[in-house]
């Protein structure tokens, strides 16, 4: 028996060290992370200041046929509009406060000026639209859908940004998301596509290192020096 739980714990860990080895440097990774890498944006609305005087159409006259599950008031292009969100239906609908009209490039001129003011440059070029998480807007970040965009700084400063929060909901460059993507490759095998998979081998080889440990401890009760 404690020649077989000898050789088990030898292969066993043999062949789960490179697992061991992974979590400790994701671990290293964290921490240097933590330092360098600056805290989430604020969820606080980051638009100009709203003109409430400028409004003149009360949201009753703003949507006369259906009544908006919910209604914010946003500062877009200067003017004030009803960001409404309608039963069944996707996205938003905008209504200018002042003309009652819709305006239908709304949302995509919100999100590039909420980008715009977080970098302080008009110089940002719309990238994507995220209505489900990727490899780099993780599911840690919750809110979508999220619009992308860049920012030509030569360092690949990148912003996400969500109309629903009025504000930016993540903010990397090429070498944050350097660090980011070698926690995500060691701590939680992102280089595995499939979800279901990835998430079977996590489970198989925190298993084993789960098992190594217990027969380390079994094998020092059944090696340590007996009293005579």
Same mark, same amino acid.
């Given at each position: 028996?404690?020649?077989?739980?000898?050789?088990?714990?030898?292969?066993?860990?043999?062949?789960?060290?490179?697992?061991?080895?992974?979590?400790?440097?994701?671990?290293?990774?964290?921490?240097?992370?933590? %330092? /360098?890498?600056?805290?989430?944006?604020?969820?606080?609305?980051?638009?100009?200041?709203?003109?409430?005087?400028?409004?003149?159409?009360?949201?009753?006259?703003?949507?006369?046929?259906?009544?908006?599950?919910?209604?914010? *008031?946003?500062?877009?292009?200067?003017?004030?509009?009803?960001?409404?969100?309608?039963?069944?239906?996707?996205?938003?609908?905008? *209504?200018?406060? /002042?003309?009652?009209?819709?305006?239908?490039?709304?949302?995509?001129?919100?999100?590039?000026?909420?980008?715009?003011?977080?970098?302080?440059?008009?110089?940002?070029?719309?990238?994507?639209?995220? /209505?489900?998480?990727?490899?780099?807007?993780?599911?840690?970040?919750? *809110?979508?859908?999220?619009? %992308?965009?860049?920012?030509?700084?030569?360092?690949?400063? %990148?912003?996400?940004?969500? /109309?629903?929060?009025?504000?930016?909901?993540?903010?990397?460059?090429?070498?944050?998301?350097?660090?980011?993507?070698?926690?995500?490759?060691?701590?939680?095998?992102?280089?595995?596509?499939?979800?279901?998979?990835?998430?079977?081998?996590?489970?198989?080889?925190?298993?084993?290192?789960?098992?190594?440990?217990?027969?380390? *401890?079994?094998?020092?009760?059944?090696?340590?020096? %007996?009293?005579?």
């Amino acid at each position: 028996m404690k020649k077989f739980i000898r050789k088990s714990h030898r292969w066993l860990g043999l062949l789960f060290s490179l697992t061991i080895l992974m979590s400790s440097g994701s671990g290293v990774i964290h921490v240097i992370m933590s %330092r /360098t890498q600056a805290a989430p944006p604020s969820a606080k609305p980051s638009e100009a200041g709203l003109n409430t005087a400028a409004i003149t159409i009360s949201p009753a006259q703003a949507f006369p046929d259906t009544q908006p599950t919910a209604i914010n *008031i946003r500062n877009i292009a200067g003017t004030p509009h009803y960001q409404a969100f309608l039963p069944d239906q996707t996205g938003f609908t905008y *209504i200018d406060a /002042t003309t009652g009209t819709e305006n239908k490039t709304a949302d995509t001129t919100y999100a590039r000026e909420i980008a715009s003011k977080f970098l302080a440059s008009d110089e940002v070029e719309q990238t994507d639209f995220l /209505t489900s998480f990727n490899r780099e807007y993780i599911g840690i970040f919750r *809110i979508l859908p999220v619009y %992308r965009f860049d920012l030509a700084d030569g360092k690949g400063t %990148r912003v996400y940004v969500s /109309t629903i929060t009025g504000s930016v909901t993540r903010h990397t460059d090429d070498k944050k998301q350097f660090e980011a993507d070698i926690f995500s490759l060691f701590h939680k095998f992102m280089f595995i596509p499939n979800k279901d998979l990835r998430d079977l081998t996590i489970s198989a080889v925190t298993g084993g290192a789960f098992l190594i440990s217990i027969l380390g *401890i079994v094998l020092f009760f059944l090696t340590r020096p %007996r009293k005579k």
